[in-house]
């Protein structure tokens, strides 16, 4: 599974880090959108797509 993110489509609502906060973290200076890690760890794949779906702004791509 790879995951993408848009930092310039992200506007900080961190719903990603609400469903998957072991995959996506935000900077402390304006709440863009980070990833914590390269490859999506095991166990961690469902909650990356529904970060994928909550996000507000779209910017989470998500491919398998």
């Known amino acids: 599974m790879k995951v993408e993110i848009d930092q310039d489509k992200c506007i900080g609502a961190g719903q990603c880090v ?4 072991a995959v996506f973290t935000q900077r402390d200076e304006d709440g863009i959108v980070e990833l914590l890690v390269a490859d999506v760890p095991a166990g961690e794949e469902e909650a990356v797509r529904e970060a994928e779906m909550v996000c507000p702004a779209g910017a989470i791509a998500v491919h398998d």
């Open 18 to 21: 609400v469903a998957a906060g």
